[in-house]
């Protein structure tokens, strides 16, 4: 089984900063999703970013950038230039691929709340 | 563009009632996830389905059933309530893989709270 860990309960940071928020898992699976999940207030789940695992790349999305260290099982968030309407809670989340078959789950990290200060 | 839709938006149950949670995928989208999120908690993966079959299962009770219909709609049925069924209940959806087998991302519904009294 998957174990997705944030160690950082709630952060706070200055608009117009920048932000790193932490993310470390645990697998023996070698082919796997990692994704980032933004929760605001509205509780709506969004999408903020994702990672192949295969990749050695670190994905990027306009303010949102992830550190991907797979050696470490590590996968930090990192937020530029922060903005108010980042307030929200973070989930960083681990899907394994099961080639030929679809569907497949989902395991959160229990999650950062970030508050941006302005 | 068109999202997921989950009805109930908002449900109010008895203990030992019944309830379902409906969910209807983007179109074109073949996937449909649910996920249980208790108050301050992550949220669980219960059960997955793609083409109407079962694909993934989580921690789902025995007594929560769900299926996927013809039309790619999902419905979550759950039985004998109870208190800690309270919770937001969220529904996704995707494409089931590509050409490459990659899994398609996950896109959630805005999610039906349960409150069960």
Redesign the interface.
Known sequence: AQTVTQSQPEMSVQEAETVTLSCTYDTSENNY?L?W?KQPP??????VI?Q?AYKQQNATENRFSVNFQKAAKSFSLKISDSQLGDTAMY?CAF?K?L?????????????TRLMVKP | AAGVIQSPRHLIKEKRETATLKCYPIPRHDTVYWYQQGPGQDPQFLISFYEKMQSDKGSIPDRFSAQQFSDYHSELNMSSLELGDSALYFCASSQGQSAQRIPYEQYFGPGTRLTVT
Do not use: K
């Open positions: 999703y994704f999940y509205s509780r709506q789940m969004i999408l994702r192949e989930f899907m691929v080639r030929g078959n679809a569907g497949n789950m989902l395991t959160f990290g229990g999650g």
